[in-house]
């Protein structure tokens, strides 16, 4: 006769219950938990990604254009689009020539406040996150450097990733996107929080926003292609718009995780005698 007849078999299934339990009780009161309640990540990625297909989208691609490079060459590059997928983004985005011409007068207005208007909105997504009181309008100057960052940082990116590429493939690319991913979030942070905040409290979201970033364009590369492909076929041209919204659905999430995480972590490390966990979980307050 084997086991114990005194022994209730349920045992071991009701204290694995519990123990999920508690951890599930630990991380809905951890500090991170009630920062993205608070913060509403998904909502306001909802949000932000429309900022940056409304806004920022046709920025960039009226920029290359007047530059005489296609947004979609780069677009392909970046995260690998290959075949059917690549030939669907350059049906979608249009030509140099054909954006470059169509720019005159009072397009020049919109295309200027559509470029401030997404830096803007990232603005307040980082007053939000780092609890900065916003200044309104009176933010413009701050948003009008972002800005010009981002443009010199599109230019490097399309210019160096080739290069980089050729030299040592895939792995060179992500860690080059690491480093200057974090480089670039942390002076935005410190442009658009207008310095109120010092180098070394927006590092921790800094290097997290890069490595939460690297991590979706490594699921993106490798996921970007097929979807695209579907939605072309399923829906023609728009169809490409729907892929690429998802992406910048991820993008805003993404941003938002990042500058919290970092938060976390450094009120945590204020705490002596406390244990940060990498799984997060352990992020109490």
């Known amino acids: 006769m084997s086991g114990d007849p005194g022994r209730d078999p349920e045992q071991p299934r009701h204290a694995l219950f519990v123990r999920a339990r508690t951890r599930i009780d630990k991380w809905q009161n951890s500090a991170l938990a009630r920062r993205l309640q608070a913060a509403d990540v998904i909502n306001r990625g909802l949000l932000f990604s429309a900022v940056l297909l409304l ?19 780069g677009f392909i ?20 020539s054909q954006t470059s011409g169509a720019i005159d007068g009072v397009s020049w207005v919109f295309f200027i406040v559509g470029g401030i208007a997404a830096a803007a909105a990232l603005q307040e997504l980082y007053e939000r996150a780092f609890e900065v009181k916003g200044r309104a309008f009176r933010n413009t100057p ?31 690319v992500d860690a080059a996107s690491l480093i200057g991913g974090t480089a670039f979030w942390w002076a935005s942070m410190w442009i658009l929080l207008g310095g109120k905040l010092s180098w070394g409290e927006l590092f921790p979201s800094a290097l997290a926003t890069g490595v939460c970033f690297l991590g979706m364009e490594i699921v993106f590369r490798l996921t970007l292609s097929s979807a695209i492909v579907s939605d072309y076929k399923k829906y023609g041209s728009i169809g490409v718009v729907f892929s690429v919204m998802s992406l910048l659905i991820a993008i805003g999430v993404v941003i938002t995780l990042g500058a919290l995480l970092g938060v976390v972590w450094r009120e945590r490390k204020k705490q002596p005698g406390r244990l940060v966990w990498c799984a997060g979980y352990d992020l109490a307050a």
Do not use: E
């Not at 806004?55 to 060459?73: D, E, K, N, T």
């Open 77 to 96: 590059r970046r995260f690998g689009l290959t075949g059917q997928a690549a030939h669907a983004v350059r049906q979608a985005l249009t030509s140099p």
């Open 55 to 73: 806004c920022f989208v046709p920025f960039l691609i009226v920029l290359q254009a007047l530059a005489g490079r296609a947004q979609a060459s």
């Open 142 to 172: 701050q948003r009008v450097a972002w800005l010009a960052l981002a443009v010199g940082a599109s230019f490097l990116t399309a210019l160096v990733q080739p290069w980089l590429d050729r030299v040592g493939g895939t792995g060179l």
